[in-house]
Structures are given as C-alpha cells and as structure tokens.
C-alpha cells in the first residue's frame, strides 16, 4: 500500500510470474476490501507481473517488472541527486535481481535481452 497524501492509495500485488499463472481470482475481493477501507479516496489497484495477456486483472491494472525495471534506471539520476550515491545504488542492484531472477536476463544471449537494452538505450537519447 502506497498512500499519496489524503486523495490516492495505490496498492500493489507483486507475483514473481505471469497474470496467468497467477491465482488473481482474490484481486475482486481486495478491491472490495480497499474500498472499504479507504471510502472518498481514489484507489489504484495494481498487478506487478513478469508478463501478461491483458491490460486488466480481475479490477486491477496489469504492470509488468520490465517496465519498473526500466523506470528505475531512468530515475537513478534523480535517485543519486536527492538521496546520494548508497540509495542509488540500492536501487540498481534491486533493479539488476529482478532483471535477473525473474526476466531471466542473467544468461549470456538471454531471451528479450538485446530488445530490452536497445528500448532503454533509445529512450534515454
């Protein structure tokens, strides 16, 4: 549970593998649940997957790790600039198990590997 001041709480249901290999059916019920629990505020449900099929999950929005992956890196200046070198760092070693736990880019000519890169690289010029 994210809390953005008094109007916005994000909630994020990380699973280590597909939408669809997931057991989401439970998402409808923690919808309910969150809304309940935060009445008058906005509500951002959020499924955090290594790949999905369909933008939506059973009321939550599909996100998927590559793209928080990819998020971070961009952000790492940033991240060095307000909160120094050792948060920095931090994150990109987070970033770098994810990258190579669950997308699976820890193998030499891994699978989606040079694609990845080439969209950061082409993003960050």
């Given at each position: 549970m994210v809390e953005c001041g008094s109007d916005l709480v994000i909630a994020i249901e990380a699973k280590i593998c597909a939408a669809e290999e997931a057991d989401t059916e439970k998402q409808e019920g923690y919808r309910r649940a969150l809304r309940k629990r935060y009445p008058g505020r906005s509500v951002a449900p959020i499924l955090l997957?290594?790949?999905?099929?369909?933008?939506?999950?059973?009321?939550?929005?599909?996100?998927?790790?590559?793209?928080?992956?990819?998020?971070?890196?961009?952000?790492?200046?940033?991240?060095?600039?307000?909160?120094?070198?050792?948060?920095?760092?931090?994150?990109?070693?987070?970033?770098?198990?994810?990258?190579?736990?669950?997308?699976?880019?820890?193998?030499?000519?891994a699978p989606g590997l040079t694609a990845y890169l080439e969209e950061f690289i082409r993003q960050e010029a």
């Open positions: 997957v290594t790949d999905a099929e369909k933008d939506q999950c059973h009321g939550f929005e599909v996100r998927h790790w590559r793209e928080v992956c990819l998020e971070l890196r961009r952000a790492i200046g940033r991240i060095r600039e307000r909160h120094g070198l050792t948060a920095a760092a931090m994150v990109l070693a987070f970033a770098g198990a994810v990258e190579q736990n669950l997308l699976g880019f820890h193998r030499e000519g």
